[in-house]
């Protein structure tokens, strides 16, 4: 069991929530967590980049010179690949790179990333984080307020909260997420988790089975 203290928006202690890691995930599978950031980092990338073979460049298909007696090497047209502007040999073509583990797997995974965070002390709750308009200069405060500044954080706040959203998005380091959004790279990747009090409730809820994770 992790017991947790509770800050206010100023950083002042106002509580402490407890949670247990084990009930989340009872083991840490390395490799499972290897193999979800790798699949999620695959389906980032774009796959858009493409060379032109030697049939799509510019240039004359004659021979540039005839095959023998003049005591060169034999060589083809102006297209073939070793001679500058020529064609790319193994040409790059467009491509996806995605693909999805088993659906259970990537469930474990997160669930595992966020007991990892839990059982490091990387995880900092906080009691509310709601603001009335985007403001990022209030944020940063709050931030700095919690020992957060100048860290990689990622807020995960138990509802969707455009003004959040939009007051974070502007500050180096940090992303906000919902609960429900949350997968095993965006928890392992930033050094501290920020949580809201109401997203820990949560968290707790979906660790006891009471819904999916």
Do not use: C, W
Request: without cysteine.
């Amino acid at each position: 069991m992790v017991t947790l203290p509770v800050y206010d928006r100023t950083g002042a202690e106002v509580g402490k929530v407890d949670i247990d890691p084990a009930a989340i995930a009872p083991t840490i599978n390395k490799q499972l967590l290897h193999d979800a950031t790798v699949m999620y980092m695959s389906n980032l990338r774009l796959g858009t980049k493409r060379t032109k073979a030697r049939g799509e460049v510019s240039g004359s298909t004659k021979k540039l010179y005839r095959q023998k007696g003049t005591g060169n090497a034999r060589v083809g047209s102006r297209r073939a690949p070793q001679r500058r502007g020529g064609g790319h040999a193994m040409q790059l073509r467009p491509r996806s790179f995605y693909y999805r583990l088993p659906k259970k797997a990537i469930r474990a995974a997160t669930r595992m990333a966020l007991a990892s965070k839990l059982s490091g002390g990387q995880v900092v709750v906080i009691d509310k984080l709601e603001m009335a308009a985007p403001k990022t200069k209030e944020l940063a405060g709050v931030l700095a307020a919690l020992g957060l500044a100048g860290q990689t954080t990622l807020v995960a706040v138990e509802g969707h909260s455009p003004a959040v959203v939009l007051s974070g998005r502007n500050i180096p380091g940090l992303a906000v997420s919902t609960v429900a959004d949350l997968n095993a790279l965006s928890i392992l990747r930033p050094r501290k988790l920020l949580l809201t009090r109401g997203a820990v409730e949560l968290i707790k809820a979906r660790g006891d089975g009471k819904t999916a994770a």
